[in-house]
């Protein structure tokens, strides 16, 4: 066995502080720009073979390249302010949401997108509409954030919620204002900074379920759906998820839906250069099979007492690495139940990690087929197929954790905005089905190909892909076996604990572990949650409290749960 120390032998108030990071997906890569800003030398782990965890980008040999996870960019500021950062020099001093990205107008509508110095490293070109989505009856509505373009199509499709959209439009936005723009950046490390919050978020009724929220407004099934179906783009069920998600409307609706040319394995690619440009450091192939951590006395932990510090990492090849924080990008259960002794853990035992509810998992098909110049595509960049059940169907899926005998189905072209990712010719698509996740039971070796064929016949015969069939000429697709083997995913979820309200702020997995000092969670399984904003949102948070915890005070805010005007104490000096 061999042992790597990062730390050299010149007194610890001198030399670099080191980090190791595990996992190399868009959570675990911002936290590595970011801690390399902040006088760390960064060393990402990664146990695939290319970077992005489960925004990993497949090349095949027959010329198409597929996202294999996330496909929707929104809030480009996130990404400007990692590519603005410098080594060394702290984290940056302006706020969070810089004031003249708010107005109502701020939406790109078309053009390149992303700041100045995004635009060095990737290019980002705004969406419209952000989603087509079509109903079973074969009715659709473009979501494109405009209130007037929203107005007009409610008036066609439900008249009868016109005004009704009036008042979830200025009560989304005050949930908005109040969950996100004051309170994104808080991490709720202890009970009375959740306290402090609840008087506001019961006063906003963000308590309840998204979907009964939604029902107060709308009468109309199709607008219900409308208006509550994005949280399953971050694992959310919105008959269970509370309303304070309301505000992914605003999101959207301020800042747009960007897409990266070349995929947002490109934007992963731009962010692994910035990283390696600070000084840091990525190894592939290198899997962690165990978190090490000491006792008081420097010893391996054996009993579930006393001090516990986190020292390092051993590789599966045995290699032990040390380093003075470690940071876990990876899924938050098999963190704790995988790689950290039991011993070692008393918050975060068995017991809470296996009660814990895991999102639904899903099937995702990664299809390439050839163009039709006479029946050009009736379709977006971005669409989400509903099926004739919804309240019905999430029940199945997230609840009894069946397979039903419909599905909903959220439908990505990109070749469409960037031909660059097929043959010419041919159009590069995935499809994604919601889908229960590996408690359910269910063999995926009989049930994968099943419903694989369902959903090819589904988008020919309902004429989403005339022919496709004919047209065919790639055809691959993952299951929940796939993200809990080669993700390593408990039960084989697809986005971390499931966003419930008795899973979210304070009661959602802590940034900053609280059995282990010097031990740190970033990205999906952490807080904010899942979603490609909220794990850059959950690297800033992370970032925050180790500069904290090593009295690092250049340019670092306090992140209490205040307005976002009241974040920016002065500067405290110079970084260690």
């Known amino acids: 066995m061999t042992a790597t120390s990062f730390a050299s032998s010149t007194p610890s108030s001198s030399r670099r502080k080191t980090a190791l990071i595990i996992g190399s997906g868009i959570g675990g890569l911002s936290l590595g720009i970011r801690l390399q ?34 496909t929707v960019i929104t809030v480009p500021h996130f990404i400007e302010e990692l590519f603005a950062l410098e080594r060394d020099r702290g984290m940056l001093a302006e706020p969070d949401y810089p004031p003249h990205t708010l107005a109502e107008d701020a939406r790109v509508k078309s053009g390149e997108s992303g700041g100045p110095r995004t635009r060095e490293y990737v290019k980002l070109v705004p969406i419209l509409p952000f989603y087509r989505i079509y109903f079973d009856d074969g009715t659709y509505f473009d979501y494109d954030g405009d209130p007037e373009s929203t107005r007009r199509q409610i008036s066609e499709l439900a008249p009868e919620d016109l005004e009704g959209y009036e008042g979830f439009h200025a009560d989304a936005r005050a949930i908005f204002e109040r969950g ?9 490390g202890d009970m009375p900074s959740m306290l402090r919050v609840v008087p506001d978020l019961m006063r906003l009724d963000a308590v309840r379920t998204l979907f009964s929220f939604t029902s107060k407004y709308f009468q109309n099934p199709k ?9 399953l783009l971050v694992g959310g069920n919105p008959l269970s998820v509370p309303a304070i998600y309301a505000m992914i409307h605003f999101v959207e609706k301020t800042w747009g839906i960007h897409y990266a040319m070349g995929g947002t394995g490109a934007l992963v690619r731009a962010l692994v250069q910035k990283f390696e440009e600070l000084g840091g450091q990525i190894r592939y192939g290198a899997g962690v099979d165990e978190i090490l951590v000491t006792d008081g006395r420097g010893q391996p932990v054996k009993r579930p007492i006393g001090t516990r510090t986190a020292r390092g990492v051993r590789l599966e090849s045995g290699q032990e690495m040390h380093a003075d924080i470690v940071v876990s990008n990876g899924d938050w259960a098999n963190t704790n139940l995988k790689r950290i002794p039991a011993a070692a853990r008393l918050v975060n035992s068995d017991v809470r990690v296996r009660a814990a509810r ?13 163009d039709d110049p006479a ?21 199945e899926i997230f609840g009894h954790k069946v397979l039903g005998n419909d599905f909903s189905q959220y439908l990505h072209v990109p070749t469409l905005t ?23 039971g269910l063999d995926w070796q009989t049930e994968g190909p099943k419903l694989v064929e369902r959903v090819y016949t589904f988008l020919e015969e309902r004429g989403y892909i005339p022919n ?29 604990p499931e966003p419930v309200l008795v899973q979210s702020a304070y009661f959602r997995p802590h940034n900053r572990s609280e059995d282990i000092g010097n031990l740190y969670m970033v990205g999906a399984g952490a807080q904010p949650g899942g979603g490609t904003p909220s794990v850059m949102m959950s690297a800033k948070m992370t970032a925050r409290l180790i500069a904290q915890d090593f009295g690092i005070h250049k340019d670092i805010r306090d992140g209490t749960p205040e307005s976002v005007e009241q974040k920016v104490p002065e500067a405290a000096g110079a970084a260690d």
């Open 375 to 395: 029946r050009p595509l009736n379709l977006r960049h971005h669409n989400i197929i509903l099926g004739p059940r919804y309240e019905e169907l999430l029940t």
């Open 468 to 496: 496709l069939r004919e047209r065919l000429t790639h055809s691959e697709y993952i299951t929940p076996d796939y993200f809990e083997g080669t993700l390593d995913s408990y039960l084989g979820n697809a986005f971390g």
């Open 358 to 370: 895991q999102s639904m998992s899903l099937l995702v098909i990664y299809f390439g087929f050839r």
């Open 223 to 231: 607008m219900r759906q409308v208006f509550s179906f994005e949280t």
């Open 418 to 440: 960037d031909p660059s990712l097929a043959p010419a010719g041919h159009h590069a698509a995935y499809t994604l089905v919601p889908v229960p996740h590996n408690a359910s």
């Open 37 to 70: 800003s902040l006088g760390f030398d960064t060393t990402i782990l990664e146990r695939l073979d290319a970077p992005g965890g489960r925004a990993y980008q497949k090349r095949t040999d027959d010329g198409y390249v597929f996202d294999m996870g996330p």
């Open 180 to 188: 996100f723009l004051e309170l994104g950046y808080t991490h709720f």
